[in-house]
């Protein structure tokens, strides 16, 4: 979502709330390059880091969700 390379699924923690040691949900999932992950981990805010890169995550993962999120 980044960088536009191929990716690797990260759930979004500030989404929805959610359990200590849980991740949020399938539908909070976004792609992120392997460096672009670590990078966002590393920063610590993610909040901070995405509105750093100019991505609104949360609303392309709702987005997403609802266009092929029911399909089985």
């Known amino acids: 979502m980044v960088c ?3 990716g690797e699924a990260h759930h979004l923690q ?4 959610r359990g200590v040691g ?7 999932a976004v792609p992120l390059c392997r460096d672009c992950h670590i990078d966002l ?3 610590g805010n993610e ?3 995405w ?3 100019g991505v609104d995550a949360k609303e392309w993962a709702y987005m ?5 999120g ?3």
């Open 4 to 6: 536009r390379r191929a």
């Open 14 to 17: 500030f989404a929805e709330k």
């Open 22 to 28: 849980y991740k949020t949900g399938d539908n909070w």
């Open 41 to 43: 981990h590393a920063y």
């Open 47 to 49: 909040r901070v880091w």
């Open 51 to 53: 509105a750093l890169n």
């Open 64 to 68: 997403n969700w609802q266009k092929y």
């Open 70 to 72: 029911e399909i089985k």
